[in-house]
């Protein structure tokens, strides 16, 4: 072997060590993926008024939600080992809790504090026993049932605009933490915040009228607007809906809240007012596209991390399909 072949041969070898310990290391790295779920339930009049067109009723999909946690959302993204998670509720109007007399304390289940061993024992019961899992989720159930029939009778207001700027708060946002070095293996703990919201998609909170907009972006987007704004487009010259948007400024108007940054937000139960009693289409673009339209453009403006929009569901196969595509990235 002459002395270039020598050369090359060792720089091979070489590069290959080097890749080999690259691998080692990507090896010693173990990534868990927590999850902070955040169910907020809209209680204006959508629970009451507009029921034609919604097959399943919120007290339902919530159930079928906490019933989907174990196994489903538990192992969601192949996670086997050291789940954090945390299930909670958050009200777009606080005042409720009070008025309902909510027990908020049954509205929560947090996991991230239980060891793997005791976390397996708390959702699986090797014996006779029911799984202590079981006896939270029921009594979360009872509470979600109990202030729902007491809002039935006493409907009360949701102000979607300034829940986002201002009752998303710190306290209800995790962070990542700081990654650590266990028997030479660094584990990194990533968070991720998931607000679950039923609603209807109209933003009604009594802020009407010109004094709430700045040109054609307002702080509100009740029917009268989505009327004005298909009317208005039907007349225009155009063929694109998201293009007439855009270029004539339409909008809500975007919240200033650094935690959104943090918060992935699906919206559930979007209910579509234009449909007829039969519920067939009538009208064309439907109140559904055009809060949508709406919607998305606001949830990015305002910096919303990550965000899917969803019109009401005719199984709760079907919600629960949705729910476990979007944590899965889909």
Not at 239 to 251: L, V
Not at 257 to 275: F, G, H, P
Not at 321 to 327: P, Q, V, Y
């Amino acid at each position: 072997m002459n002395k270039i072949s020598t050369i090359i041969v060792c720089f091979l070898l070489v590069t290959s060590c080097k890749n080999d310990v690259n691998n080692n290391v990507s090896k010693k790295e173990k990534v868990n993926n927590n999850l902070n779920l955040i169910i907020t339930p809209d209680l204006s009049n959508r629970i009451t008024k507009y029921t034609k067109h919604k097959p399943l009723n919120d007290t339902l999909l919530i159930k079928t939600l906490l019933n989907s946690y174990y196994p489903n959302i538990y192992r969601s993204n192949n996670r086997l080992t050291g789940q954090k998670d945390q299930i909670s509720f958050l009200f777009t109007n606080p005042t409720i809790i009070t008025e309902h007399n909510i027990n908020m304390e049954n509205l929560d289940m947090d996991f991230s504090k239980m060891t793997d061993g005791k976390r397996i024992q708390y959702f699986v019961s090797h014996t006779e026993n029911i799984a202590p899992f079981e006896f939270d989720k029921e009594k979360m159930n009872n509470e979600v049932r109990k202030f729902y029939n007491n809002s039935y009778t006493n409907v009360g207001g949701a102000d979607i605009f300034n829940f986002f700027k201002s009752k998303i708060k710190a306290s209800k946002i995790k962070k990542n933490k700081k990654p650590l070095k266990i028997n030479q293996t660094m584990v990194y703990n990533n968070q991720r915040n998931i607000l679950i919201l039923f609603t209807d998609g109209y933003i009604e909170a009594g802020m009407y009228g010109n004094k709430n907009c700045k040109n054609n972006s307002c702080v509100f987007l009740d029917k009268k607007r989505v009327d004005n704004f298909r009317t208005k487009f039907k007349a225009s010259a155009h063929s694109d809906m998201k293009a007439f948007f855009e270029e004539n400024n339409y909008g809500i108007e975007p919240v200033k809240n650094d935690l959104l940054k943090d918060l992935e937000v699906i919206v559930v139960e979007m209910y579509d007012r234009s449909l007829a009693d039969s519920g067939s289409q009538r009208i064309m673009p439907n109140d559904l596209d055009i809060l949508k339209l709406f919607w998305a453009d606001w949830l990015q403006k305002s910096g919303v991390k990550r965000h899917k929009l969803l019109g009401t569901v005719n199984s709760a196969d079907e919600f629960e399909k949705n729910i476990i595509s979007f944590i899965e990235g889909n």
